[in-house]
């Protein structure tokens, strides 16, 4: 940082890269791009460990747990892919979104997932599950999204030029 000057220049994708996420010890990255792919990398010797295959149309945004062990992608096919990074295996498809899904980001301790769709919406996931707990709608279409932490808030932003803040609430125990 105090130099600014570039360490290394990773290339394998074979068409423009969207989004990027980074494991919490820093060790691995996943990157995704518009040639349909994920790559996974190992950030110090920049060696491509995995290319995660699968979407049928441009991966547009990346979440990676903080141990690094869940990838969960966002793609223009309107489809989210919850991949184990370690064997490259996908392990599930989350659908629901109507349009494509633009962003997503996973909860501080990876069980909840939320993305974010051109069909306006933002959508919370059970990851071990991959089904749809809630969706709420914005004023446009829903284009990044993020968890603030420690609370368990959600803030996205939309078309519209709005930033919307959400709280998850637990669901009440029945008597």
């Not at 932490?149 to 009440?172: C, S």
Request: hydrophobic fraction near 35%; charge should be negative.
């Amino acid at each position: 940082m105090e130099s600014g000057r570039e360490l290394r220049t990773l290339s394998g994708h074979t068409d423009d890269v969207y989004g990027v996420a980074l494991s919490g010890d820093g060790r691995i990255a996943v990157s995704a791009s518009w040639d349909k792919t994920l790559k996974v990398w190992e950030v110090e010797s920049g060696r491509e460990l995995h290319t995660l295959s699968g979407h049928t149309n441009a991966v547009y945004g990346v979440a990676l747990s903080r141990d690094g062990r869940i990838a969960i992608s966002a793609s223009w096919d309107k489809t989210l892919k919850v991949w184990e990074v370690e064997s490259g295996r996908e392990l599930r498809t989350l659908s629901g979104h109507t349009d494509d899904v633009y962003g997503v980001a996973l909860s501080g301790d990876g069980r909840i997932a939320v993305s974010a769709s051109k069909d306006n919406t933002l959508k919370v996931w059970e990851v071990e599950s991959g089904e749809c707990q809630v969706t709420f709608s914005c004023d446009g279409a829903a284009l990044c999204c993020t968890f603030f932490h420690p609370v368990k808030q959600i803030i996205a932003g939309d078309a519209g030029g709005h930033l919307h803040f959400l709280r998850l609430e637990e669901p009440n125990p029945k008597s």
